[in-house]
């Protein structure tokens, strides 16, 4: 049986209303953490598909948003 929960102020506090009495004593597993995506893999649907940018822009953004002197 598993019942998903959070941690409040230091207590286990259930997502929804658990069955058992109060007194009733359990044992806490911790979830498995997802694992984490890099900002390319978060990106990816996004990366590459502006068109017609300056072939500098990645130097010399701050030029071209800021109006800062190319480098």
């Known amino acids: 049986m598993s019942y998903r929960g959070h941690v409040e102020n ?15 004593q ?3 597993e911790l979830a498995p953490e997802p694992p ?3 900002l390319a893999e978060r ?5 590459g598909i502006a068109k ?5 822009l990645a130097e010399n953004h ?6 800062r002197p190319k480098h």
Do not use: K
Request: aromatic residues 8%.
């Open 26 to 28: 359990v044992e806490v």
């Open 52 to 56: 017609g940018l300056p072939p500098d």
């Open 10 to 24: 230091g207590v286990v506090v259930f997502d929804q209303r658990a069955p058992w009495p109060d007194g009733t």
């Open 62 to 67: 701050d030029h071209y948003l800021h109006g």
């Open 36 to 38: 984490r995506r890099t």
């Open 43 to 47: 990106l990816r649907g996004v990366i």
